[in-house]
């Protein structure tokens, strides 16, 4: 574990890994989420458990893909990133459309 000598340390540290992370993930369009392509693009989590969109995207995702009705607990800050968790009926329902254009599951009907 990493001792900081001091906060801004600690704050670009983490920064910077969580950016580093988030640009190994799948980047994927709104449209394949099966949300409004007006949301842009976000990153899906290696395990399709989650969606990641920066700071500033969050609020495109919260207004035009109707994110902002996701619960609290569904939704983690870290860094200059959104984290929306597949613990949210709104989230797993885009991820498993994203499975669904992927092949990896059945489309419901």
Same mark, same amino acid.
């Given at each position: 574990?990493?001792? $900081? =000598? *001091?906060?801004?340390?600690? /704050?670009?540290?983490?920064?910077?890994?969580?950016? #580093?992370? @988030?640009?190994?993930? !799948? !980047? @994927? &369009?709104? =449209?394949?989420?099966?949300? *409004?392509?007006?949301?842009? $693009?976000? +990153?899906?989590?290696? %395990? =399709?458990?989650? /969606?990641?969109?920066?700071?500033?995207?969050? !609020? &495109? $995702? %919260? +207004?035009?893909?109707? $994110?902002?009705?996701?619960?609290?607990? *569904?939704? #983690?800050?870290?860094?200059?990133?959104? /984290? +929306?968790?597949? =613990? &949210? *009926?709104?989230?797993r329902d885009a991820l498993e459309s994203l499975m669904e254009r992927d092949g990896l599951c059945e489309t419901k009907e």
């Amino acid at each position: 574990m990493q001792d $900081f =000598t *001091d906060t801004l340390e600690m /704050i670009d540290e983490i920064q910077y890994r969580v950016e #580093r992370h @988030v640009q190994g993930l !799948r !980047r @994927v &369009s709104a =449209t394949e989420l099966g949300l *409004d392509q007006r949301c842009g $693009f976000a +990153y899906v989590g290696e %395990n =399709t458990d989650c /969606i990641v969109v920066d700071d500033a995207r969050a !609020r &495109s $995702f %919260n +207004y035009y893909g109707g $994110f902002e009705y996701i619960d609290d607990e *569904d939704v #983690r800050k870290l860094g200059d990133y959104v /984290i +929306y968790l597949d =613990t &949210s *009926d709104r989230v797993r329902d885009a991820l498993e459309s994203l499975m669904e254009r992927d092949g990896l599951c059945e489309t419901k009907e």
